[in-house]
């Protein structure tokens, strides 16, 4: 995928995937920037998921499909978008392409959900291997209608996963690939496995919350006073 940089002010992100399994593959793998706490797109795939009718998300989700590069090129193309030397956009650019093709935006998050479950069949770009990048990719989220599960997945992951963990891939390093040259004194491996929530009976957001982001004791004696 070509990645365009946006002229813009550095802002704060919680990098995090969204990601949709059915019949054996991935249908649905969203890279979201902003707010990947399960306080935050984490809350989001959980609203969405007491909200909507699963037997009709699940149809939508068979129907979409991935976009090739040539394909997701051509949008830019369509809004009138210019990369520089630089491999940058514009804001304004960005914000025309976004309006045009918010299924492709770094913004969308947890609303991805919403926009293939309400809209024609939809082309996505798929960024699972997102997953795989411990250091950068802090939360993943995976909807797994083949397990009937949520399932909720944290980066930082210094050891390596073991076989038959979902985003498991060998003894692979995907540091090497992700670090830009850096000399790190660690390395990092894909996101594992924290928490899984069965389809048919979620928890309410707050006992979600309580399991993913439970509040150390100082935390809930500031609550109480």
Known sequence: MTILKVKENIKMGTRNLIAVKLNGEYKVAQYSQWDGYSSGQGAGVL???????????KNKVAQTTWITQEE?????????????????????DSNKHKKAYPEFSRDTGSDILDLVNNSEPLKLWNDIDFAHDGLSCEWAYVIDFDKNTFEVFGGFCKEPLQEGERFYDGDKEWSDNYYDGRDLNFKYYGVRLLHTF????????????????????????DDNE
């Open 47 to 57: 609203d969405f998921l007491h909200r909507v009718n699963l037997d009709e998300f």
């Open 72 to 92: 997701y090129d051509k949008t830019w193309d369509e809004v009138g978008g210019t990369v520089d030397e630089r491999g940058f956009v514009s804001m304004e």
């Open 198 to 221: 069965d389809l048919s009976d979620l928890p309410t957001e707050e006992k979600f919350l309580e399991i993913c982001e439970p509040k150390d004791e100082e935390e809930s004696e």
